[in-house]
């Protein structure tokens, strides 16, 4: 049962307390004052109802419940008004609660007469000291306990049974156990056969023999057992796929070999006469370290110039004979754009005969001399203005056997006249050397005297050349000594191996340079289970330091790149085995 939420004023609040203040008094509802227009104001705060259109006395109630009143108004007279709100007064006239709600709860005519039973729950306060007034029409709802108003229920409310307020008429009880005719008793057992739908629910089968599974046994008779064996022949097309295959354990001619890459160590050691063309292209080289004559030397610079052959035409080139050059095929020879005097374009009744001069000085284009100097060598000396800067010179065997053998010198002659020596061609030998490092815009030339060796490599020293032979060497596998802390030296290897013969830690690299890149092999002994801790400058992927693998023999490779001195970025490949 519901009712309307009215709110108890703070007048009629303090009307239930006691003059001792322990308890509540006891006080009778005699009055109800109505209203037409809804209450604006705070309700609690009221002391009357604003806007009370009348107040009746004709009023009645009880109480229903622990909680709740039944008030029944009864208005009789002529008067016309919509009630909105109404207001409950005691015998002494103080408001002791209120409703009101913006929509009219009933609107009375001046013909009609208005009775209204109304329900208020009073959700804060018991019921056990009000009373009502002496007025006996107060028809209160039924309930097991009270005479009162019912409600007959609908045909659905009976089917449904969850009202407990509504009464059943002898109509709907009967149409209620016709409804349980057609039910058996809650005790009524039924034959298996029937059960004609449904599934079976699981715990109500019993457990049954395999016989009584009609056509089990039979059906496992033509089955196997679950641990059996089969033939080869016995597995359809088994035998012939297997015809097919190579035992597990096979060889293969070479010829069966049509695609892939062998693998290196696969292939033998083979003779050079296995090898189609090379000893015929081997016999077109020279030997490492040969001694060549003069004329054989070519070191071309493009199409017209060279040392001793010009460009690639054999029929143009140089010889030092007879003590002096020789310029082979060469047509007119030039300098800087002027003819060079020879003896066939040089009349030797006007001019001076270049190789028996018969007067001092210079015979000069605008930046070449050639001069007779009071000593015996002829030199051809080259110019800029006045001051000489460098030049060649020739000279008989006699004349500088004690220093040059009678061979091919050239030199450069400084500004205040002195000779520095570069270097000579050897006619015994027929190679050239040289008396000092040449220098080319103020840098040394490489030569076989100053290319750097592995050492020089991996400790990043030296300014000379770097083979091949240099590289390699330099990449070869170090040894890491075993130690408590094992010491890896950048500057000594880029790559190491070391076998583990007890627990170590791999301390920070030195000589670490930024960029240099290698690998730790790092084996276990034959007892294996050693471990490795790692020094900080070590890092790994999401800092997590990785673990060795720890079988007898198992090896691991660590791959490492160095970023900064003392941040080394590794990451450890496990177990390495085929």
Do not use: C
Not at 255 to 267: H, Q
Request: proline share 3%; net charge negative.
């Amino acid at each position: 049962m519901t009712g309307f939420t009215i709110t108890i004023t703070d007048a009629g609040r303090a009307a239930l307390i006691n003059a001792q203040n322990n308890g509540s008094a006891a006080f009778i509802l005699s009055q109800i004052g109505v209203a037409s227009q809804a209450v604006t104001t705070p309700l609690a705060a009221l002391t009357a109802l604003p806007n009370e259109t009348k107040r009746l006395a004709t009023m009645a109630g009880d109480v229903v419940a622990d909680d709740t009143l039944h008030v029944t108004i009864r208005d009789e007279t002529t008067d016309a008004y919509a009630l909105r709100a109404f207001g409950i007064y005691t015998d002494t006239g103080v408001l002791f609660a209120v409703y009101s709600q913006a929509d009219p709860i009933i609107e009375k005519s001046a013909a009609a007469m208005l009775l209204l039973a109304v329900d208020a729950r009073l959700l804060t306060l018991d019921t056990d000291q009000i009373e009502f007034g002496p007025v006996g029409f107060t028809l209160p709802p039924a309930t097991e306990t009270l005479a009162g108003i019912s409600e007959v229920a609908t045909d659905a409310e009976a089917d449904a049974g969850t009202d407990n307020w509504r009464y059943i008429t002898p109509r709907l009880l009967k149409r209620a156990l016709s409804a349980l005719s057609g039910f058996a008793a809650i005790g009524y057992k039924h034959d298996a056969a029937d059960v004609e739908t449904g599934t079976f629910h699981v715990s109500r089968i019993p457990e049954l023999a395999m016989s009584k599974i009609t056509g089990l046994v039979a059906a496992l008779g033509a089955k196997a057992d679950a641990v059996h064996s089969h033939g080869v022949a016995a597995i359809a097309g088994l035998s012939d796929a297997l015809a097919g295959k190579a035992a597990s354990v096979h060889q293969h001619a070479a010829d069966d070999i049509v695609s892939g890459v062998l693998a290196v160590a696969r292939i033998p050691s083979l003779a050079m006469d296995k090898i189609t063309g090379l000893a015929a292209a081997l016999a077109t080289k020279a030997t490492l370290g040969v001694n060549n004559v003069f004329r054989d030397v070519i070191a071309g610079r493009d199409a017209l110039t060279g040392v001793y052959y010009f460009g690639t035409d054999a029929g143009r080139w140089l010889a030092y004979s007879n003590n002096r050059f020789e310029l082979v095929g060469l047509g007119g020879l030039t300098v800087n754009g002027y003819p060079v005097f020879t003896t066939q374009n040089f009349d030797p009744n006007s001019k001076a005969n270049i190789y028996a001069p018969t007067f001092g000085g210079l015979i000069t284009t605008p930046n070449v001399a050639i001069r007779a100097d009071a000593s015996t060598w002829r030199s051809l000396k080259f110019f800029s203005g006045d001051a000489e800067r460098h030049g060649f010179m020739m000279d008989t065997q006699a004349e500088n056997a004690a220093s040059a053998g009678g061979n091919l010198l050239y030199y450069l002659v400084r500004n205040d006249g002195v000779t520095v020596n570069m270097w000579q061609g050897e006619r015994a030998s027929g190679r050239m050397r040289y008396f000092a490092t040449p220098h080319v815009n103020g840098a040394d030339v490489f030569h076989g005297g100053n290319i750097i060796n592995a050492a020089q490599y991996r400790a990043n020293t030296g300014t000379g050349a770097i083979t091949p032979a240099t590289v390699w060497s330099a990449a070869e596998i170090q040894t890491i000594t075993q130690d408590a802390i094992l010491t890896v030296n950048l500057g000594t290897g880029l790559n190491f191996t070391t076998v583990m013969t007890g627990n170590r830690t791999l301390g920070a690299p030195s000589n670490a340079k930024p960029g240099q890149s290698g690998v730790i092999q790092i084996w276990q002994d034959g007892t294996g289970g050693r471990t490795l801790t790692f020094d900080s400058a070590w890092k790994f992927a999401n800092g997590l330091v990785p673990q060795l693998s720890t079988a007898a023999n198992a090896r691991d490779v660590l791959v490492f790149t160095v970023i900064a001195s003392g941040d080394v970025v590794a990451s450890l490949m496990k177990d390495v085995r085929r």
